[in-house]
């Protein structure tokens, strides 16, 4: 076997979506222990060919090949599969020596399925744990499905868990875990699995950013002891930071392949500055928040306060941030406003019409709801109160079309035509161009991309036309192209419908370009309230 040749071959891959291109015309080469980037706006065929790679079947190319090199072990009751360097050694499972194999990735179903048992994959927000339990047994079980030795899986799971910074939380149930927590958890479980190929779809696109980098360093120690990793992502420093090469997609094409740095230059000249606008005029307080406690009682962490002595006031057609790192409460804090958990002590007030206050903290322990409709009928303290969120776990009903998705499934009463016209002035306002909104609206959720299908979440929240809207990590896997645009039809709903919005956080960057203001969290608490008008 040559060493020259690579570990895994794409030539001319094409994949069409009922006659719908996706991907046209991919060829590239990626070496054994080589990081790959996946670079490209959202929609521009990163996932699909992720998912082509991992040998998901309804992402089978329409054209064209993928061939992996590797290592195969000859026993049948056997069937591991390891990189192609590792052909004439023992096999580690077995013992039978390794021999080398050119696999026709799609044309031998057989081989596929062994070649699959050596990749891995970390999917955008799907985070896939075992809620009941606790982050040690999570990893324990991904050592167990490979057959890892009993006497060593604990040593290895500590030292897992160790690299990803999350040694102080092995005893938690893994649904007490925020967000990015649960992702360090997943990439955790996916690097016990040892695969000889992990992909990484925006393995950091929700993590704040000394979050990110702890993950980046594990996935760069993963790389120099040998594995193979394409990443994918929308943010240019993480492809910077863990690639030696990156492919740029634009629209299922490649616009540029190269080493890492040239192509990312040219990928930012695209991109630009997300600009302030001038200043904007803030109307009288429309949010009080004050001494907001949520405490919790967990078999596994004793007294937990979530949120732990917060005020703040809020102004009515303010864009009010809060930033803070994974764990700091920022969540916590956004579900008590949005009426979802209840506090355990102080206050949460929003503004009904002039003067009058409504207590809304404990509305979720009451089990009294507020309509989540976009049309309510009348003027009154329900319409006033009405508060959306888009949360960092998102998802959109899966029988239905975007059109519907965005009418129809949250409770939109208003004549077909104009909800469609409706429909169609929020899309274009979040990027998406008049053709591109009327090819969108009859397609389902998995003819989507990660980012589209993000984007149309945001778009249910517009559509409710509510008084206070949450996003919860809203740009978290945006191309910044996207996140421009996203940043202006944030800016236009402020302007057109007086929504106040909260941003919940970690990209600082767009906090500052975006937000009047920003609370920064730690441990519960507001450490911090940053006026950015001036910035």
Same mark, same amino acid.
């Given at each position: 076997?040559?060493?020259?040749?690579?570990?895994?071959?794409?030539?001319?891959?094409?994949?069409?979506?009922?006659?719908?291109?996706?991907?046209?015309?991919?060829?590239?080469e990626i070496n054994e222990g080589e990081s790959l980037g996946l670079l490209g706006r959202s929609g521009s065929g990163k996932s699909v060919l992720l998912h082509m790679l991992r040998?998901?079947?309804?992402?089978?190319?329409?054209?064209?090949?993928?061939?992996?090199?590797?290592?195969?072990?000859?026993?049948?009751?056997?069937?591991?599969?390891?990189?192609?360097?590792?052909?004439?050694?023992?096999?580690?499972?077995?013992? !039978?020596?390794?021999?080398?194999?050119?696999?026709?990735?799609?044309?031998?179903?057989?081989?596929?399925?062994?070649?699959?048992? =050596?990749?891995?994959?970390?999917?955008?927000?799907?985070?896939?744990?075992?809620?009941?339990?606790?982050?040690?047994?999570?990893?324990?079980?991904?050592?167990?499905?490979?057959?890892?030795?009993?006497?060593?899986?604990?040593?290895?799971?500590?030292?897992?868990?160790?690299?990803?910074?999350?040694?102080?939380?092995?005893?938690?149930?893994?649904?007490?875990?925020?967000?990015?927590?649960?992702?360090?958890?997943?990439?955790?479980?996916?690097?016990?699995?040892?695969?000889?190929?992990?992909?990484?779809?925006?393995?950091?696109?929700?993590?704040?950013?000394?979050?990110?980098?702890?993950?980046?360093?594990?996935?760069?120690?993963? %790389?120099?002891?040998?594995?193979?990793?394409?990443?994918?992502?929308?943010?240019?420093?993480?492809?910077?930071?863990?690639?030696e090469k990156t492919l740029w997609l634009d629209h299922g094409e490649i616009v540029e392949y190269g080493a890492t740095k040239e192509v990312v230059e040219e990928f930012k000249k695209?991109?630009?500055?997300?600009?302030?606008?001038?200043? !904007?005029?803030?109307?009288?307080?429309?949010?009080?928040?004050?001494?907001?406690?949520?405490?919790?009682?967990?078999?596994?962490?004793?007294?937990?306060?979530?949120?732990?002595?917060?005020?703040?006031?809020?102004?009515?057609?303010?864009?009010?941030?809060?930033?803070?790192?994974?764990?700091?409460?920022?969540?916590?804090?956004?579900?008590?406003?949005?009426?979802?958990?209840?506090?355990?002590?102080?206050?949460?007030?929003?503004?009904?019409?002039?003067?009058?206050?409504?207590?809304?903290?404990?509305?979720?322990?009451?089990?009294?709801?507020?309509?989540?409709? !976009?049309?309510?009928?009348? %003027?009154?303290?329900? =319409?006033?109160?009405?508060?959306?969120?888009?949360?960092?776990?998102?998802?959109?009903?899966?029988?239905?079309? %975007?059109?519907?998705?965005?009418?129809?499934?949250?409770?939109?009463?208003?004549?077909?035509?104009?909800?469609?016209?409706?429909?169609?002035?929020?899309?274009?306002?979040?990027?998406?161009?008049?053709?591109?909104?009327?090819?969108?609206?009859?397609?389902?959720?998995?003819?989507?991309?990660?980012?589209?299908?993000?984007?149309?979440?945001?778009?249910?929240?517009?559509?409710?036309?509510?008084? %206070?809207?949450?996003?919860?990590?809203?740009?978290?896997?945006?191309?910044?192209?996207?996140?421009?645009?996203? =940043?202006?039809?944030?800016? !236009?709903?402020?302007?057109?419908?007086?929504?106040?919005?909260?941003?919940?956080?970690?990209?600082?960057?767009?906090?500052?370009?975006?937000?009047?203001?920003?609370?920064?969290?730690?441990?519960?608490?507001?450490?911090?309230?940053?006026?950015?008008?001036?910035?």
């Open positions: 076997m040559s060493g020259n040749e690579p570990f895994i071959k794409i030539a001319g891959i094409c994949k069409e979506f009922e006659g719908k291109e996706v991907l046209k015309n991919v060829s590239v040998g998901t079947e309804e992402y089978a190319p329409t054209s064209g090949e993928i061939i992996f090199r590797v290592a195969v072990c000859p026993s049948p009751a056997c069937g591991r599969v390891e990189p192609p360097s590792k052909a004439g050694d023992p096999c580690s499972k077995c013992g !039978a020596e390794l021999e080398f194999r050119e696999v026709n990735f799609w044309k031998d179903r057989e081989a596929r399925k062994r070649v699959k048992k =050596a990749v891995a994959i970390m999917l955008q927000r799907t985070f896939g744990l075992y809620g009941d339990d606790t982050v040690m047994y999570n990893v324990l079980q991904a050592l167990e499905s490979r057959n890892y030795p009993a006497d060593k899986r604990f040593r290895r799971a500590y030292e897992l868990l160790k690299a990803v910074k999350m040694i102080h939380r092995i005893s938690f149930p893994a649904s007490d875990l925020s967000g990015g927590e649960k992702q360090r958890v997943v990439l955790a479980r996916q690097l016990a699995l040892d695969p000889m190929l992990l992909l990484a779809d925006e393995p950091t696109g929700t993590l704040d950013f000394e979050t990110a980098k702890l993950v980046h360093k594990a996935l760069k120690d993963s %790389v120099k002891a040998g594995m193979t990793m394409i990443t994918t992502s929308h943010w240019p420093y993480v492809i910077e930071e863990l690639t695209q991109v630009g500055e997300i600009e302030r606008e001038e200043y !904007a005029k803030l109307g009288k307080p429309k949010i009080k928040i004050e001494h907001c406690k949520k405490y919790y009682y967990s078999l596994w962490r004793g007294m937990v306060k979530a949120v732990d002595d917060v005020s703040l006031t809020i102004n009515e057609n303010e864009i009010f941030g809060i930033v803070g790192k994974s764990g700091s409460g920022k969540t916590s804090l956004a579900r008590i406003i949005c009426q979802i958990d209840a506090l355990t002590g102080g206050s949460v007030k929003i503004r009904s019409g002039e003067e009058r206050w409504i207590e809304v903290g404990r509305v979720a322990e009451t089990g009294v709801w507020i309509a989540w409709g !976009a049309r309510t009928p009348g %003027v009154g303290e329900q =319409a006033a109160t009405h508060v959306a969120m888009l949360h960092q776990e998102y998802s959109l009903y899966p029988e239905n079309t %975007v059109l519907e998705n965005l009418t129809s499934c949250i409770g939109l009463k208003i004549p077909e035509e104009l909800a469609k016209m409706k429909v169609l002035f929020i899309l274009q306002s979040i990027g998406f161009s008049e053709d591109e909104a009327l090819e969108i609206l009859p397609k389902d959720h998995t003819q989507l991309s990660a980012g589209e299908r993000q984007r149309i979440v945001l778009a249910q929240v517009l559509m409710k036309e509510p008084a %206070v809207a949450i996003l919860d990590e809203p740009t978290g896997t945006m191309d910044p192209i996207t996140k421009k645009f996203v =940043a202006e039809s944030i800016r !236009a709903a402020r302007e057109n419908l007086g929504i106040t919005f909260l941003i919940v956080s970690h990209d600082l960057d767009f906090v500052k370009m975006v937000c009047d203001r920003a609370a920064h969290m730690k441990n519960g608490k507001v450490t911090e309230v940053e006026d950015l008008r001036g910035a």
